[in-house]
């Protein structure tokens, strides 16, 4: 049996943030236990698939929103179906998303017993000033007292996603806070994102009426400059974006940048299936439509090519400091980089853009900053 990730979409937010493909209006449609009862029908339809039945899902994410919304024992239920249906590992990573005002200890304690071991809690900042220019819903003490109530729910694996390059006032000092807050709670895994500014969200809708104060690209490096050096140690580097104890690496996301399998289920969700790409109807209301009346929820289909699928892995293994084992790709894909790339992975070697040691092939530490430039070649 081959080793696969599983995602959960449960596509409702207790806040309009801005980051989530949804917001709340979506959510007063129809309940999130109502959605939860029609996810229960996709996973039974999936879990009979033949490519389902030679997976082991090592992982499960339940994510893209607040899934803590839904009440925990529907929560439960849902992970007991997957664990009858599905083959899932023994010791499967289980991880859940929630932010700090839907987390509460009764609740998390049932989650925990259910299985699921590891929480992404949504903190963004510890600045309730930033927050508030966010429209996030909870304030920094909330945050602060989520991932302790989280401690007390038994949970000894806990990310804390935070952002930089954000408005509201968001200056280097600023960031340095967050950080130290973040450290005194002592997560075991951080994820620090720098804002991205979607099409059509409320920030899209500021930076075009040039309403939106963001910091500039110096203030950005000074950010990411002061993160390497207040986070090592304890935290190791071992993604662009991520940081970890030692052995308490995201094995889901792992999976997803080495380019693995996963089967996404739920509204606006992805798999990636042997290269065959399959994406789910993105709005919740449509998507429970669909299935209640026994219809496929996939809106797209691609099956990529094998230069495609080489192409992604690189720009997706790139991202991980310890980089892409270029045989063992080459090996899984039956391809030559060459053919793909032709002599263009040797000149950013030549350039000090990439470092090759034996099979590895791995961005220059001096080049992670303009990452984004060097795997735009790549493309």
């Known amino acids: 049996m081959m080793e696969a990730g599983l995602y ?6 207790s806040s309009k943030c801005g980051y989530c493909a949804f917001n709340s209006v979506a959510a007063k449609r129809s309940t999130v236990d109502a959605y939860l009862d029609m996810l229960a029908k996709e996973i039974t339809s999936y879990a009979d698939l033949a490519w389902s039945q030679l997976q082991t899902f090592s992982t499960v994410f339940i994510g893209g929103g607040t899934p803590s919304l839904a009440s925990p024992r529907k929560l439960a239920d849902i992970l007991a179906l997957c664990r009858s249906r599905f ?13 700090p005002d839907s987390i509460n200890q009764k609740s ?3 989650l925990h017993q259910a299985g699921v071991n590891r929480l992404s809690v949504g ?10 220019s966010l429209n996030r819903a909870h304030t920094g003490r909330q945050a602060i007292q989520a991932v302790e109530i989280a401690r007390k729910s038994g949970f000894d694996n806990i990310n804390i996603d935070l952002i930089y390059g954000l408005p509201g006032g968001q200056t280097l000092a600023a960031w340095q806070d967050d950080l130290d807050q973040a450290l005194t709670l002592a997560p075991e895994h951080l994820a620090l994102y720098e804002l991205t500014v979607e099409p059509d969200t409320p920030f899209d809708r500021q930076q075009k009426n040039n309403k939106l104060a ?4 110096d203030q950005l490096a000074d950010m990411e400059g002061a993160t390497a050096a207040l986070l090592a140690p304890p935290l190791q580097r071992y993604e662009i974006s991520n940081y970890a104890r030692p052995g308490h690496q995201c094995r889901h996301n792992v999976n997803y940048w080495q380019n693995g399998n996963y089967l996404g289920l739920g509204a606006g969700a992805v ?6 790409r399959l994406s789910h109807e993105p709005d ?3 998507f429970m439509d669909l299935i209640s009346h026994t219809k496929t929820t996939i809106s797209q289909a691609e099956c990529l090519s094998s230069k495609g699928r080489f192409r992604e892995s690189m720009i997706m293994g790139l991202r991980l400091l310890a980089g892409v084992d270029l045989a063992a790709l080459e090996n899984r894909l039956q391809l030559p980089a060459q053919e793909v790339y032709g002599n263009l992975l040797t000149d950013l070697e030549g350039q000090g853009m990439l470092i090759r040691q034996e099979n590895m092939l791995s961005l220059a530490p ?3 900053a303009v990452a984004n430039q060097i795997l735009s070649k790549l493309v």
């Open 87 to 99: 083959t899932i590992a023994h010791q499967a990573e289980i991880s859940m998303e929630a932010n």
């Open 123 to 132: 903190v963004q900042s510890f600045n309730d000033t930033i927050l508030k």
């Open 8 to 13: 959960l979409h449960i596509p409702f937010c």
């Open 214 to 217: 963001l910091p500039d690209e």
């Open 108 to 110: 998390l304690t049932i």
């Open 366 to 368: 001096n080049h992670i």
């Open 271 to 276: 798999s990636c299936l042997d290269g065959l």
């Open 284 to 286: 919740p209301s449509r």
